[in-house]
């Protein structure tokens, strides 16, 4: 069964850091990989995809992810963190039979001034 | 352009009546989902739509769900007798053909409460 695991409920990280929101990957063949973000009370907004090709993904407000396909990991980071990045991320792997989306349990991230 | 639409954004229900959420997808998307979100837990699918047939049903929970798209467009999901576990954040999403690597985009919503 595909899957995708997010092992940290919490990451907290001080304005200007850097930042990494981890994910890990279950599937069987090439991953179709996904990053979102919500906020309080709002839907899910795209950050970024794998597909194929170049393992570092850009998207966007600066957000990048590194596909490992030995680590099966799709992990998010960003150079210098902002206080605005505080949301919730949720990492999914697409399904290739059906389209369907597999997500993570999310990822709470806390940027403090 | 316009985004993914749902309606209403908020419903409180009794237990036991039935209730109906709608779903605007982004103009010409031909593929359609419905999540399901509780709290504090990730979206879980519910339903996918290619055109106006079900491509993909497996994800509801129990046959008091359902769900329609008869014109390809709008898609309406259904509840029958609500139970207080049906509480959640429902959300719908579209995206172009529902092929490959798609990007499904996502609205904001409908949080239904049973009472």
């Known amino acids: 069964a595909q899957s995708v695991a997010q092992p940290e409920d919490q990451v907290n990280v001080a304005e200007g850091n850097p930042l990494t929101v981890k994910c890990t990957y279950s599937v069987s063949g090439n991953p179709y990989l996904f990053w979102y973000v919500q906020y309080p009370n709002r839907g899910l907004q795209f950050l970024l995809k794998y597909i194929t090709g170049d393992n570092l993904v850009k998207g966007s407000y600066g957000f990048e992810a590194e596909f490992n396909k030995s680590q099966t990991s799709f992990h998010l980071k960003k150079p210098s963190a902002l206080v605005s990045d505080s949301a919730l991320y949720f990492c999914a792997v697409r399904d290739r039979n059906t389209g369907k989306l597999i997500f993570g349990q999310g990822t709470t991230l806390q940027v403090k001034p | 352009g316009a985004g993914v639409s749902q309606t209403p954004s908020n419903k409180v229900t009794e237990k036991g009546k039935y209730v109906e959420l709608r779903c605007d997808p982004i103009?010409?998307?031909?593929?359609l989902y419905w999540y399901r979100q509780s709290l504090g837990q990730g979206p879980e699918f519910l339903i996918y739509f290619q055109g106006t047939g079900a491509a993909d049903d497996s994800g509801l929970p129990n046959d008091r769900f359902f769900a329609v798209r008869p014109e390809g467009s709008v898609s309406t999901l259904k509840i029958q007798r609500t139970e207080r576990g049906d509480s959640a954040v429902y959300l719908c999403?579209?995206?172009?053909?529902?092929?490959?690597?798609?990007?499904?985009?996502f609205g904001p919503g409908t949080r239904l409460l049973v009472l």
């Open positions: 999403a579209s995206s172009l053909t529902g092929l490959g690597g798609e990007t499904q985009y």
């Open positions: 103009s010409g998307h031909t593929a």
